[in-house]
């Protein structure tokens, strides 16, 4: 199966749910985040 690549944008408080959620899908790459806050 071909892998999805996604881009999270905005990584406050809840891109901590967001990863979590991603690592139940086999085939989900995480391939950028981004954020206004360079931390």
Request: proline fraction near 0%; charge should be negative.
């Amino acid at each position: 199966m071909e892998r999805l690549k996604v881009g999270i944008i905005g990584c406050g408080n809840i891109s901590g749910i967001y990863f979590t959620n991603c690592k139940k899908f086999e085939n989900l790459e995480v391939a950028a985040c981004a954020d206004l806050i360079i931390e």
